[in-house]
Structures are given as structure tokens and as C-alpha cells.
């Protein structure tokens, strides 16, 4: 199975700052990785697929970087919306495989 | 718009059993691959189970592998998980999500685990 490892566990960082979320994978997963944004009480959301590729209606401050087994989620100029658990997943082997998640809390 | 209703979840003792179902409307139920993902309290996500638009590919996360059944009727436009031999460590808000890239999420059922 391939093992997703995200860093930091947790990302204090102030409104209107740049926040950069680190995915590893365990083996190469090309270009097969998804980014997820949850809040309290609420499902998951896509925020970048493909690795880097926004999903629809995501706003441009959001950025996806990487291939094969190093990938970043990058926010600038973060918005009080922002503060919430990322998480990453990989679509190209089975089982799919999601990391630990990084939380991202005003600083 | 694309929306994904679960449902069937509740309290159930260990050994039991449980099935959930997952309403799609908003886009063509037969044309997209779906899964089945679970958050235990206060945890991360764990990927559980795939099923193929045709029904003929099906894949188990480990932790589920001969206890949990995937299943779909694309005619009714629905998304099953069947869940037997039931254990205190499948407690979880389960969601039905869309696409091997995830894009669109239920809003979640919970399943309790407990004698």
C-alpha cells in the first residue's frame, strides 16, 4: 500500500499570509493526487486534482505542485474561510490512500 | 446540480449488520465510477471500497475486505454498502463520493458500533 505522509501536522499562519502543505508518497504516484479541504461538521471538498489541476468554482489562491511522490498545496494570502484540515490523497494504485492531514489554524 | 444523499446509518452491536445507500440526482448515476469513504471520531479518512460504472470491478480497503459488500443499481440511480460482521472500530460518518478523484461528496451517515 502506498503511504501518503503530509507535514506539518499542523500550520499556524495569519489572514493574508502564504501557507505551503507538504504530500509524500511512499512510491511514485505520477500525477494522480488529490487535495482535500474539511471543515468541522462538514464532508470533504476537491480543491486540486490531477496534482495540480483546480476543481471547479476553487478560487485561483489556491495551487497545486508536484509529481511523482513530492507534492505542495500551496494557499496565498490566506482568507479566514481558509483555517481548516487539507487533506492529500492518492488515486493511483489500490487501495487509495489518503495522508494524516495538516491543519491549517490562525495564527 | 450534483448531489449525493446517504442514508441507513445507526446503532448497531458488534457482529451485526448494517446497509447504507447513497441517492445520486444531478448527473448521469451510470456513467461514473463511485466509492464509498469513512471518518471515524475525530480521525482522518479512510477510502473503503470502489465499484466500476458496469458493476464488474470492485475494490476493498483491507479493513473491510470480506465483510463489506459494494453494490450499485444504476436504474435507481443508487450506491450500496452492505456491512456484516460489524466491529467497534467500523464507527465512522461513511460518505458516497464520485470519481476516483473524488470530486463530489455526500453529506454523510454515521454508524455506531456498540454493544
Known amino acids: 500500500e502506498i503511504v501518503m505522509t503530509q507535514s506539518p501536522a499542523t500550520l499556524s499562519v495569519s489572514p493574508g499570509e502564504r501557507a505551503a502543505l507538504s504530500c509524500r508518497a511512499s512510491q511514485s504516484v505520477g500525477s494522480d493526487l488529490a487535495w482535500f479541504q474539511q471543515k468541522p461538521g462538514q464532508a470533504p471538498r476537491l480543491l486540486m486534482y490531477?496534482?495540480?489541476t483546480r476543481a471547479t468554482g476553487i478560487p485561483v489562491r489556491f495551487g497545486g505542485s508536484g509529481s511523482g511522490k513530492e507534492f505542495t498545496l500551496t494557499i496565498s494570502s490566506l482568507q479566514s474561510e481558509d483555517f481548516a484540515v487539507y487533506y492529500c490523497q492518492q488515486y493511483n494504485d489500490w487501495p487509495r490512500t489518503f495522508g494524516q492531514g495538516t491543519k491549517l489554524e490562525i495564527k | 446540480q450534483v448531489q449525493l444523499v446517504e442514508s441507513g446509518g445507526g446503532l448497531v452491536k458488534p457482529g451485526g449488520s448494517l446497509r447504507l445507500s447513497c441517492a445520486a440526482s444531478g448527473f448521469t448515476f451510470s456513467d461514473y465510477y463511485m466509492n464509498w469513504v469513512r471518518q471515524a471520531p475525530g480521525k482522518g479518512l479512510e477510502w473503503i471500497s470502489f465499484i466500476s460504472t458496469t458493476k464488474s470491478t470492485t475494490y476493498y480497503a483491507d479493513s473491510v475486505k470480506g465483510r463489506f459488500t459494494i453494490s450499485r443499481d444504476n436504474a435507481k440511480n443508487s450506491l450500496y454498502l452492505q456491512m456484516d460482521s460489524l466491529r467497534a472500530e467500523d464507527t465512522a460518518v461513511y460518505y458516497c463520493a464520485r470519481r476516483s478523484s473524488l470530486d463530489s461528496w455526500g453529506q454523510g451517515t454515521l454508524v455506531s458500533v456498540s454493544s
Open positions: 490531477d496534482a495540480s
